[in-house]
């Protein structure tokens, strides 16, 4: 289990990045608008731009993952992440920016199903969750450490911008050379070359799961299999849905524009980018939590009772940028971020990696993680539009974000429990 601990620990790291490059414009957005003009519609295609790389790279994460194999690609997304910090801060005009932001976007979006993926096929039943669950953990204390140098380096100036995204180049390096230490996924090796050297990395991982699998494998050679067919459809629409309404409790609005949001509710510049820190800060003791209990109680309990609570957060966000009241908006967002974290931060990566069976789940989890960036994107080009153009955009879209957490109630209910049971036993679980 020490090797296992290990190698996911390194294999998360790309969540870092993922989670950094994800919240550091939150910090920037505004500098950027006002040192290249850019009106609402130009402004929210700047802060989305990385998102539809996003969608990009979750599209082509699974085929890639197939192809190269798990380590090849988490090599390549490191790589991904050194150019567009150096070319994102350095970046002479808006053009240009645009295009170092999108190759970060193609990154995270690639990492979001490459690193889970991995994870999970490295990690026993039994503790699948919570090592899946350290992509999640490395997300949010990338954000956290987005926000804690935003404020550090907010008072450098026009040019504080360039040294908010281009320090991301530090970890980036740092992944690139951990990664070599790491096997490439035994159970990618199983469908794609061998038993024996699938064998020789389970050995090393302290596992016998190479017997288990045997019969549900393909051997030695790899034939693709279709994603898009009848026997797949109920995982298919698990993970199409649990993506969807990840994106419409507002979560990436909120990290996204968190000074912009402080501002709005009265609070005074310097202020306004130290607020996030304390919303990293309750995103990752929240996700802690979640990660060491999911395995516990189970990824519907936790979605459950999370539900409960960004629903009465949402709703006293909602009153409290209506009312004008900055007294208490802190404390609304940091409970909002908290049943988050709790809840849908901590099942979403580990539902989506684990409900597919081997043959097809780097294609289930590029459509999982491809319809949350898609709708990532959407949030986050709107939310500006919305905000500057009615008066009261901010309560309107928080009251959207509490009706679509009461809606996932229902699907919720819906999903089949996966804690404790092995990749080859979902078949069972999910009903493919």
């Not at 050194?82 to 190759?103: H, Q």
């Not at 096929?121 to 350290?134: M, N, Q, S, V």
């Not at 009312?323 to 901590?346: D, E, H, K, R």
Request: net charge positive; charged share 15%.
């Amino acid at each position: 289990m020490k090797n296992v601990w290990k190698y996911s620990i390194i294999a998360a790291l790309g969540g870092f990045l993922f989670g950094f490059e994800t919240a550091v414009i939150s910090g920037a957005e505004q500098i950027i608008q006002r040192l290249w003009q850019l009106d609402s519609f130009w402004h929210g295609l700047t802060v989305s731009i990385s998102l539809i790389g996003t969608i990009v790279g979750a599209i082509i994460a699974g085929r890639l993952s197939e192809k190269y194999g798990r380590k090849s690609v988490l090599s390549f997304i490191a790589l991904l992440y050194l150019g567009s910090a150096i070319g994102c801060g350095v970046s002479p005009v808006w053009s240009i920016f645009l295009f170092f932001r999108f190759l970060g976007g193609l990154a995270v979006g690639i990492s979001s199903v490459v690193g889970p993926v991995y994870i999970s096929e490295i990690a026993p039943a039994k503790d699948r969750g919570k090592l899946t669950g350290l992509f999640q953990i490395m997300i949010v204390s990338g954000i956290f450490i987005a926000y804690l140098t935003n404020f550090i380096f907010k008072g450098l100036g026009e040019d504080a911008w360039r040294y908010m995204l281009g320090i991301m180049a530090i970890p980036s390096i740092i992944f690139y050379f951990l990664l070599k230490v790491i096997p490439e996924s035994p159970r990618w090796l199983l469908l794609h070359r061998s038993k024996e050297e699938a064998n020789e990395v389970f050995q090393a991982l302290g596992q016998d799961a190479y017997v288990g699998i045997q019969s549900t494998s393909k051997e030695n050679k790899y034939e693709h299999v279709n994603l898009f067919q009848r026997s797949y459809s109920k995982p298919i629409i698990f993970a199409v849905l649990l993506a969807f309404f990840n994106q419409m409790t507002g979560i990436n609005a909120i990290l996204y524009y968190a000074p912009r949001i402080f501002e709005m509710a009265g609070f005074d510049q310097q202020l306004a980018y130290l607020q996030p820190i304390f919303i990293g800060g309750t995103n990752v003791l929240f996700t802690l939590l979640g990660m060491s209990i999911i395995d516990r109680f189970g990824r519907k309990k936790l979605l459950l009772v999370g539900a409960v609570g960004m629903v009465v957060f949402l709703l006293l966000t909602a009153y409290g940028l209506k009312a004008g009241n900055s007294t208490y908006l802190l404390a609304y967002i940091i409970g909002f971020i908290g049943a988050f974290a709790l809840s849908q931060g901590a099942v979403i990566w580990v539902f989506i990696a684990e409900i597919f069976p081997n043959e097809v789940r780097a294609q289930g989890s590029s459509l999982g993680s491809t319809t949350h960036w898609v709708f990532a994107a959407i949030v986050s080009w709107i939310f500006p539009i919305i905000v500057e153009k009615y008066q009261e955009g901010g309560f309107y879209i928080f009251i959207f974000y509490a009706l679509m957490v009461l809606l996932s109630f229902v699907f919720i209910g819906l999903m089949p429990e996966t804690k404790g049971r092995s990749l080859e036993d979902m078949d069972s679980t999910v009903g493919h």
